[in-house]
């Protein structure tokens, strides 16, 4: 098992780190250049601060990357971006950049969402390993079966333990073996609704699975079978719908059957007098992702058909 060391600033890990009960955060990188691959889903990141302190400060499991404009990024995780507004968020990024303010520039940003996030007291701050250089600019992964690593995750479960006692955040983190001398494992990430938003907007290339309407603003991620009602936060139980069509299909109007296809109920025109675009939609099969792991799982389709869909 492998973690990776990301740096951030002290103001991003005071503002998560004051905010109870997190349950996702989103370790943004302002060039929005690139997707973060250095490590795999279920594998540990830490946060470091800027040097003169360099210290670990916390961490989170790793879930997705994604390039997201600002917009779409406050949208799903909002004061899981470390900041308290919007506005504060875009004040930074155009620090990084150097860039003028401009409240209407769309800017697209690097986004490394994260799990069960934890922050350490400062009283069990984690000294960086032997080889961190000064030199490194974003960060730096490592094995965690080998030194240095090893020392480091071993420091992890030291102050895992210490924080149960103390009934600090890290304890609610499950990721750390309470057993001292564990060893480093995999973990499914608990995705959250904003990273489900996002990985769901991913999977259907970013456009409507029926109109294939292209616009993000007005595409939402719908939950098949509803969280409340037992449905998770995953891809066999989303669909990319443009936000009308998510309504109907949230209030039963609009189903999907087991072979994909659409299903428009007549009470539309019952209830309205109106509907002819919606049933122009009636029968057409949707557009899916095209690895099958990503495809809505077909027993939640026929939950939603069996109880939400008013035919």
């Given at each position: 098992?492998?973690?990776?060391?990301?740096?951030?600033?002290?103001?991003?890990?005071?503002?998560?780190?004051?905010?109870?009960?997190?349950?996702?955060?989103?370790?943004?990188?302002?060039?929005?250049?690139?997707?973060?691959?250095?490590?795999?889903?279920?594998e540990l990141f830490l946060f470091k601060l800027h040097s003169p302190e360099d210290f670990i400060v916390g961490?989170?499991?790793?879930?997705?990357?994604?390039?997201?404009?600002?917009?779409?990024?406050?949208?799903?995780?909002?004061?899981?971006?470390?900041?308290?507004?919007?506005?504060?968020?875009?004040?930074?990024?155009?620090?990084?950049?150097?860039?003028?303010?401009?409240?209407?520039?769309?800017?697209?940003?690097?986004?490394?969402?994260?799990?069960?996030?934890?922050?350490?007291?400062?009283?069990?701050?984690?000294?960086?390993?032997?080889?961190?250089?000064?030199?490194?600019?974003?960060?730096?992964?490592?094995?965690?079966?080998?030194?240095?690593?090893?020392?480091?995750?071993?420091?992890?479960?030291?102050?895992?333990?210490?924080?149960?006692?103390?009934?600090?955040?890290?304890?609610?983190?499950?990721?750390?073996?309470?057993?001292?001398?564990?060893?480093?494992?995999?973990?499914?990430?608990?995705?959250?609704?904003?990273?489900?938003?996002?990985?769901?907007?991913?999977?259907?290339?970013?456009?409507?699975?029926?109109?294939?309407?292209?616009?993000?603003?007005?595409?939402?991620?719908?939950?098949?079978?509803?969280?409340?009602?037992?449905?998770?936060?995953?891809?066999?139980?989303?669909?990319?719908?443009?936000?009308?069509?998510?309504?109907?299909?949230?209030?039963?109007?609009?189903?999907?059957?087991?072979?994909?296809?659409?299903?428009?109920?007549?009470?539309?025109?019952?209830?309205?007098?109106?509907?002819?675009?919606?049933?122009?939609?009636?029968?057409?099969?949707?557009?899916?992702?095209?690895?099958?792991?990503?495809?809505?799982?077909?027993?939640?389709?026929?939950?939603?058909?069996?109880?939400?869909?008013?035919?």
């Amino acid at each position: 098992m492998r973690a990776y060391i990301g740096i951030t600033d002290k103001n991003w890990y005071e503002i998560l780190a004051s905010t109870p009960k997190l349950e996702e955060v989103n370790f943004w990188q302002p060039g929005g250049n690139r997707l973060f691959q250095a490590i795999q889903e279920g594998e540990l990141f830490l946060f470091k601060l800027h040097s003169p302190e360099d210290f670990i400060v916390g961490g989170g499991v790793f879930a997705y990357s994604s390039l997201l404009p600002v917009s779409l990024a406050w949208e799903s995780f909002g004061v899981g971006n470390g900041a308290l507004s919007q506005a504060e968020m875009r004040r930074r990024i155009e620090k990084y950049r150097r860039s003028k303010n401009d409240p209407y520039q769309e800017y697209t940003i690097g986004c490394i969402l994260l799990t069960q996030p934890f922050f350490l007291p400062k009283e069990q701050w984690i000294p960086v390993p032997q080889d961190w250089k000064s030199n490194i600019v974003q960060g730096k992964r490592y094995d965690l079966d080998t030194e240095p690593g090893l020392t480091l995750y071993k420091e992890l479960q030291l102050a895992n333990l210490q924080s149960r006692t103390a009934q600090f955040r890290l304890g609610q983190s499950p990721f750390i073996p309470s057993d001292r001398f564990g060893s480093p494992s995999l973990v499914l990430p608990r995705l959250g609704q904003g990273a489900f938003r996002i990985m769901v907007t991913d999977a259907y290339e970013r456009k409507c699975a029926v109109t294939g309407e292209k616009v993000l603003p007005v595409l939402e991620a719908a939950h098949i079978r509803p969280y409340g009602s037992g449905g998770e936060h995953c891809l066999s139980n989303g669909l990319l719908l443009r936000s009308d069509l998510h309504a109907l299909f949230d209030k039963g109007y609009l189903t999907v059957t087991t072979s994909y296809c659409l299903e428009v109920s007549r009470r539309i025109r019952d209830e309205f007098e109106n509907g002819k675009e919606y049933y122009s939609f009636h029968g057409k099969k949707i557009w899916t992702p095209h690895a099958p792991e990503k495809r809505p799982d077909l027993s939640n389709l026929v939950w939603h058909n069996e109880n939400v869909y008013r035919g």
